[in-house]
Every structure is written in C-alpha cells, then in structure tokens.
C-alpha cells in the first residue's frame, strides 16, 4: 500500500508564493511519473504540472513561467513551487503519482492520489 501526504497549502494573497510538498510512503521501489493536479469548484480536475522519473516536466498553459515542479526520487517526494499567484489558481491541489506494478501476469501500471490540500488566493 501507498501513502500520499500533501502539505503546505493555505490562504496567500495574488501575487504571493506557496509551496506544496507531497511525501510518497510505503511498499515504493521506484517511481515513474509524478504530478499536481487540481480542482476548483464547478470545474474539471486538470493536470498542473507533472515530472518524469528522469526529470522531464510539462506544465499547464495557465502555470507556465509561474509553477515549478521538482522531485527527489531518493525521498520519494514532489514539490510544486508556485509563484505570482493569481485567484483563478484556488482550487484543491492533489499530488499524484504513478508506480511500476509487477505481477505474475506481466507489468503494469498504478496511480496513487493525495488527499488533496486547498489552495486559496484572495485579497
């Protein structure tokens, strides 16, 4: 089983800075992708930003120049920076990743979700 802790939410005013950490735990041998993604209210989740086990990154139109996704594959941990915040970033922000799942009938692939950390930006 796999655990999925995200920290560093909060309420920050536009412009300002956050930082989101998530924390990986469990039976983990390694990990491929890993990712933020995000939910805001009335609205579809969407992919934020997302890092490859060999550092590749791909970002939302909305977060380009302004978040960035970082990995420490040795702490199993994903970092979203997130800059010059505007309101229409709030939303619940869910850290995800992506495991290598072996079995006897060949490999596979299995997603792990957060709980989810609300991200308010508001004057």
């Known amino acids: 089983q796999v655990q999925l802790v995200e920290s560093g939410g909060g309420l920050v005013q536009p412009g300002g800075s956050l930082r989101l950490s998530c924390a990986a735990s469990?039976?983990?041998?390694?990990?491929?992708?890993m990712g933020w993604y995000r939910q805001a209210p009335g609205k579809q989740r969407e992919l934020v930003a997302a890092?490859?086990?060999?550092?590749?990154?791909k970002y939302a139109d909305t977060v380009k120049g302004r978040f960035t996704i970082s990995r420490d594959n040795a702490k199993n941990t994903v970092a979203l920076q997130m800059n010059s915040l505007k309101p229409e970033d709030t939303a619940v922000y869910y850290c995800?990743?992506?495991?290598?799942?072996?079995?006897?009938?060949?490999?596979?692939?299995?997603?792990?979700w957060g709980q989810g950390t609300q991200v308010t930006v508001s004057s």
């Open positions: 890092i490859s086990s060999d550092g590749m990154t």
């Open positions: 995800h990743v992506d495991l290598p799942l072996i079995l006897a009938s060949g490999h596979y692939r299995k997603d792990y």
């Open positions: 469990g039976s983990i041998f390694s990990i491929n992708g």
